[in-house]
């Protein structure tokens, strides 16, 4: 049963993703209008055309009215949550089952919305900071996470003060409270891990500018599942 409560709840969180990060790279309202609309014709959808998954693979994948294509990302995000929280479920307790959901939220969210507009949104850094304190309250170890945390805010300052164009401030927002969830020495793995794939992904796209955002979320989701099973936390 708590396997099945994860699957749905990650496809309908997904699907909510989807029209999360469809609205931030328009530029839209989250919430007005407050009904999911076919971004074509504009109609609004019934109920029934926004089922998770189902209603992609039922209107095999075009728009009800116009006909239109949807983007294989609407199913693509919603399987990927719902899968994942099904995973999380089956391999841990629950505490970090809904931890590293909120971790895969926004690690989507980033990726998604990062690598278009180049910009990362407030709640990403808000969520992570909320799933560090109850991280903080299951796990203690605050003084160790203050460390972490000053030592690579610091760092990120520094590099910031010296290329002024290399990163942006949704970039250190986000590396800072991750640093304080994952404490030492995973804060550090994951900034020399979320920098070497955001500066390899540059070059290959032989761009000047690095979405740092995808990478740092990605690294911190699978150093968190790292640490827990190196660890052996929560037991
Ligand atoms: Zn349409």
Same mark, same amino acid.
């Given at each position: 049963? /708590? ?24 530029g =839209?309202? %989250?919430?007005n ?13 019934? /109920?029934?055309?926004?089922i998770? $998954?189902?209603?992609?693979? +039922? =209107?095999?994948g075009?728009?009800? *009215? ?7 990302? *609407? ?13 999380? !479920?089956? @391999? @841990? ?5 809904l ?11 980033v990726?998604? +919305?990062? =690598?278009?507009?180049?910009? %990362? ?6 969520? $992570?900071?909320?799933?560090? &304190?109850v ?8 003084f160790?996470?203050? %460390?972490? @945390?000053?030592?690579?805010?610091? $760092? ?5 003060? %010296? *290329?002024?164009?290399?990163?942006? !401030? ?10 304080? =969830? ?9 900034? $020399? ?23 740092i979320?990605? !690294?911190?989701?699978?150093?968190? +599942?790292?640490?827990?099973? &190196? ?5």
């Amino acid at each position: 049963m /708590w396997y099945f409560v994860n699957f749905i709840l990650g496809a309908i969180l997904g699907s909510f993703l989807n029209v999360i990060i469809y609205r931030s790279v328009e530029g =839209l309202s %989250i919430n007005n209008p407050p009904r999911s609309f076919c971004p074509n014709c504009k109609t609004t959808l019934k /109920w029934y055309d926004n089922i998770p $998954i189902l209603s992609y693979i +039922i =209107l095999r994948g075009r728009c009800r *009215y116009c006909h239109q294509r949807i983007p294989i990302r *609407y199913l693509l995000v919603e399987l990927v949550m719902a899968f994942g929280f099904l995973i999380h !479920s089956l @391999f @841990f307790i629950w505490q970090v089952n809904l931890i590293l959901n909120a971790i895969l939220f926004v690690t989507i969210a980033v990726i998604f +919305i990062d =690598l278009k507009i180049m910009m %990362i949104p407030d709640f990403a850094w808000i969520i $992570i900071g909320v799933v560090s &304190i109850v991280d903080l309250i299951l796990n203690g170890e605050l003084f160790l996470r203050l %460390i972490s @945390f000053v030592v690579v805010l610091s $760092i990120l300052l520094i590099l910031k003060a %010296i *290329y002024k164009e290399g990163m942006g !401030s949704g970039d250190i927002f986000l590396m800072s409270v991750f640093s304080f =969830l994952l404490s030492l020495p995973f804060a550090f793995y994951m900034m $020399i891990l979320s920098s070497v794939l955001g500066i390899f992904f540059a070059y290959l796209r032989k761009s000047k500018v690095i979405p740092f955002g995808p990478f740092i979320s990605l !690294s911190g989701y699978f150093l968190y +599942i790292l640490d827990i099973l &190196i660890m052996v936390k929560y037991y």
